[in-house]
């Protein structure tokens, strides 16, 4: 799930439609959700990760350019990883079609995991304000809160 793949999307579109702006809606509505939920919990000194997903039941289809020619290459894909900018920011959505959703979860949950155990040793410096500057003022602090 963090791990990008070789091709990186730029642009969501629904195909044989006149609202071609329902897909960038979409994109744009979830991308801004996600940044202002962040940031709201993030003022109370809380880390967020937010993985936004948008699952679709039509044909998904990954188009580019291969090396070397200017013919467009259509591929029906199960999911996509495309790259949204709001503003400054850069923010990855995951595209999934629905039949690929549990093998998406079931992924998702392997490296939710994997991620915990990355920060769990990082965990106990969660109740400084801000990193201790030495070994004095770990036991120290260890001491004022009873650990």
């Given at each position: 799930?963090?791990?990008p793949p070789a091709l990186i999307g730029f642009r969501l579109v629904r195909a044989h439609t006149d609202n071609q702006d329902a897909a960038f809606h979409a994109v744009a509505g979830l991308t801004t959700g996600c940044l202002a939920t962040a940031d709201a919990i993030g003022r109370h000194d809380h880390s967020v990760l937010y993985v936004p997903i948008i699952v679709v039941d039509w044909p998904?289809?990954?188009c580019h350019l291969p090396e070397g020619t200017t013919d467009p290459e259509l591929t029906?894909?199960?999911q996509g990883f495309l790259l949204h900018r709001p503003g400054s920011d850069h923010t990855i959505v995951h595209i999934v079609h629905i039949n690929a959703l549990t093998d998406f979860l079931t992924a998702a949950k392997?490296?939710?995991a994997t991620l915990n155990k990355l920060v769990a040793p990082f965990a106990v410096l969660?109740?400084?304000k801000r990193l201790p500057e030495?070994?004095?003022q770990i036991g120290r602090e260890r001491?004022?809160?009873g650990s």
């Amino acid at each position: 799930m963090f791990k990008p793949p070789a091709l990186i999307g730029f642009r969501l579109v629904r195909a044989h439609t006149d609202n071609q702006d329902a897909a960038f809606h979409a994109v744009a509505g979830l991308t801004t959700g996600c940044l202002a939920t962040a940031d709201a919990i993030g003022r109370h000194d809380h880390s967020v990760l937010y993985v936004p997903i948008i699952v679709v039941d039509w044909p998904l289809v990954g188009c580019h350019l291969p090396e070397g020619t200017t013919d467009p290459e259509l591929t029906e894909v199960q999911q996509g990883f495309l790259l949204h900018r709001p503003g400054s920011d850069h923010t990855i959505v995951h595209i999934v079609h629905i039949n690929a959703l549990t093998d998406f979860l079931t992924a998702a949950k392997r490296d939710a995991a994997t991620l915990n155990k990355l920060v769990a040793p990082f965990a106990v410096l969660s109740q400084y304000k801000r990193l201790p500057e030495s070994a004095e003022q770990i036991g120290r602090e260890r001491r004022k809160h009873g650990s």
